[in-house]
């Protein structure tokens, strides 16, 4: 069978892959705390290389002989967003490295701990500071719920201390994780992190801002050009499949006619 | 595949949608006294993962990371900016709230259970039984039921929302009666039911009442109304990016439907 094939269709799966990814970038292009994500792919390795051949004079053919493309991992870009502000005093921002934490329900109804740039909060009825997505509280340097009066004024430092009052009455988780390649997105402009990952964290070396929120990240004419020429590629992939398919047809009805 | 991106572009659109209304909204709103702006919050949707991160590879390495493509955006909620309007010059019976607080208006409304709305919109006025009302077209009386009937001169409303009544003739002030201001733990989860009146919610808690200037509480500044507090530059400058960004959405779903067709095409 013609290897042509397998390789153009390689190369329509990856740039459909490429396109999805670019696609979400795109619909998140005005949400808050939004990191973009690259929609990696890596060449296959060569039929000599991948079948483990030996390097021989007669395997050359095979070593030239590329085997199309592989999906990567996803990589998110931990770029800065726009800081806008918006005076509402339980915004935050985040300026430089760092996360904050959020509680949530985690597999089989157990606690977990996930991380967000998305710092906007507000209180639920019995004073508990939550973020606005869902309602999930927001933690402090303990993993702990933060409960506030609703009646002080509420400030919030560059180090996530919250004072009501002229009073320190918390102090936001602000972590910043090392290994951001773990980082797993977990949609609600939040991430999980591994616990292994979760061990090289460290006090964020950012600054919170007050009455402002993070921007969405993602470079609109980067995503929209990501978009435009994953189609073009698919397009060339796809021309590629009809070219040896129609170099099948003409095996099938000039070579091999009996005359 | 390129269902996925479809899908994400529409989510986009209907998400950039609705912000759009909101926006809209909040500009309709620019001159309602005691309006107050909403935002649309946007909070991206799950990811499905094409393969899991941790997984060995042939040469027995785990993946350090997984393979997530994204499915879109929603919008998670809206939320109230309940940052004070500008005190702006009115009539008489005006009353503007410094800082923290609602007034009580009495509603018949299956959406407020209690019979008790609340409001920033602080434009009162005199029913012809005398009652201090809401000056919109439902004249709503103020819960504390106030009347004030019989010659008057003139009507003091001092900063504790103390309402003092100056009969012809007389020299002293007579007792009015008092205005009772209400506050929420979470104002943010009030639930809006037009006419600049909002009911308390399970979100917003019950109202924590109590007078003017004590606790939590602002002062009363009679003779003002609080203007809405839209800004219409932001809100301009917001229409103008989601306006773009649910283009760029709709150039999205044309790029993905290009390279369906083309995918269709293969086979001739």
Known sequence: MNYGYA??????????HRQDVAA????????????????????????????????????KLLERLGAGVLLAPTRTVFEQGPIETTGKPLDVAIRGDGFLAVGGAGAGGTQTVRYTRDGRMTLDPRGILVSVTDGSPVLDAQNNAIRLDPGQKIA??????????????????????ADRTALRKAGANRFDVPAAALASSAPARGSIVQEAIEGSAVDPIRAMMAVQSAANAVSASLRMMSMHDELTGRAISQLGRIS | MAIISLQSAASGMSALNTALDVIANNLANVNTAGFKASRANFQDLLYIER??????NANDDQRPTGLQVGLGVKVSGTEYDFTAGNPIKGNKLDIYIQGNGFLRVQVEDARSPSGTAYTRAGQLALNSDGELVLATDQGRRLADGITIDGDVEDIQIDS???????????????????????????????????????A?????????EGEAGTDSFGTILQGYYE??????TTELINMIRVQRAFEMNSNTIRAADEVLRSVAQLRR
């Open chain 2, 51 to 56: 393969s899991q991160p941790g997984v060995r």
């Open chain 2, 227 to 232: 203007s809405s507090n839209v800004d219409p």
């Open chain 1, 156 to 177: 919030i430092d560059g180090d996530g201390t919250i004072r009501q009052g002229g009073r320190e009455v918390a102090r936001l988780a602000f972590v910043d994780i």
């Open chain 1, 24 to 59: 979400n970038n795109l619909a998140n292009v005005t949400t808050t705390g939004f990191k973009m994500d690259l929609g990696a792919t890596v060449p296959r390795e060569a039929a000599r290389v991948e079948d483990g051949l030996y390097n021989l004079p007669s395997n």
């Open chain 1, 7 to 16: 390789i153009g269709a390689s190369g329509v799966l990856a740039a459909m």
């Open chain 2, 200 to 208: 308390d919610t399970d979100a917003s808690g019950p109202p924590i």
């Open chain 2, 160 to 198: 504790s929302g103390r309402v003092l009544i100056k009969r012809p003739g007389v020299a002293e002030l007579e007792d009015g009666g008092q205005l009772t201001l209400a506050n929420f733990v979470n104002p943010w989860g009030l639930s809006s039911l037009g006419e600049n009146l909002f």
